[in-house]
């Protein structure tokens, strides 16, 4: 069966520090890939997404994400973290429906 | 814009309670969803809809019912609750039928059924 997964539960990371957070994604294809953020109490804010085309894609928030076809791999990356980018981070896959992975909750120390 | 909208925010139902999620958008969509969110599973999809009067069963469709009567409304009933539907439910609403089009959410509801 088709699956996202978010190996990381949990990530702690200090204000200014790079982030990568990743997405493995199981598919035959190249399915459509996103990436949400979801701050504590809110719904979910669509960060960037991927289609075709340059495999390095910009999102809002100083977000990029890398698409790796030979890994199955989208992951997430901003290279100087803020305090506001503390929380959960949703990869997903757009099939017939929209398959989301599991979350990873980031937290920023300052 | 309001965007999508969700009502109420939090409800704190007794088992065997009845209640209706309300969810409303002013961006003129199509397709509008209703997913519910729990520790350590993401998203699950509960039942969506392509159009004024259409729904469609999601991945865990059971215990709920659904009704699109307005393009701008998307309602979610649970007729009978069961602590099992304790969980956050989120609304999300997209234009066109194209595996593109993205998905916008509401701010959710907080349902705990004791």
């Known amino acids: 069966a088709q699956s996202v997964t978010q190996p990381d539960i949990h990530i702690t990371v200090s204000e200014g520090a790079s982030l990568e957070l990743r997405c493995n994604y199981s598919?035959?294809?190249?399915?459509?890939l996103f990436w949400y953020v979801q701050s504590p109490g809110q719904g979910l804010q669509l960060l960037l997404k991927y289609f075709s085309g340059d495999t390095l894609v910009q999102g809002i928030k100083g977000f990029e994400a890398e698409f790796k076809r030979s890994q199955s791999s989208f992951n997430l990356r901003k290279p100087s973290v803020h305090w506001s980018d503390a929380a959960e981070y949703f990869c997903a896959v757009m099939l017939d429906k929209l398959i989301f992975g599991t979350g990873t909750r980031l937290q920023v120390f300052p | 814009n309001a965007g999508v909208t969700q009502t109420p925010k939090f409800r704190v139902l007794k088992t065997g309670q009845s209640m209706t999620l309300l969810c409303a958008q002013d961006?003129?969509?199509?397709?509008m969803y209703w997913y519910r969110q729990d520790p350590g599973m993401g998203l699950r999809l509960i039942h969506y809809s392509v159009g004024e009067g259409t729904t469609a069963k999601g991945e865990v469709p059971d215990g709920y019912n659904v009704s699109r009567l307005k393009k701008q409304n998307f309602l979610l009933g649970l007729e009978s609750a069961a602590p099992s539907q304790t969980s956050v439910y989120f609304c999300?609403?997209?234009?066109?039928?194209?595996?593109?089009?993205?998905?916008?959410f509401g701010p959710g509801t907080r349902l705990l059924v004791l």
């Open positions: 999300a609403s997209s234009s066109g039928t194209g595996s593109r089009e993205t998905q916008y």
């Open positions: 598919y035959g294809a190249t399915p459509y």
């Open positions: 961006m003129n969509h199509e397709y």
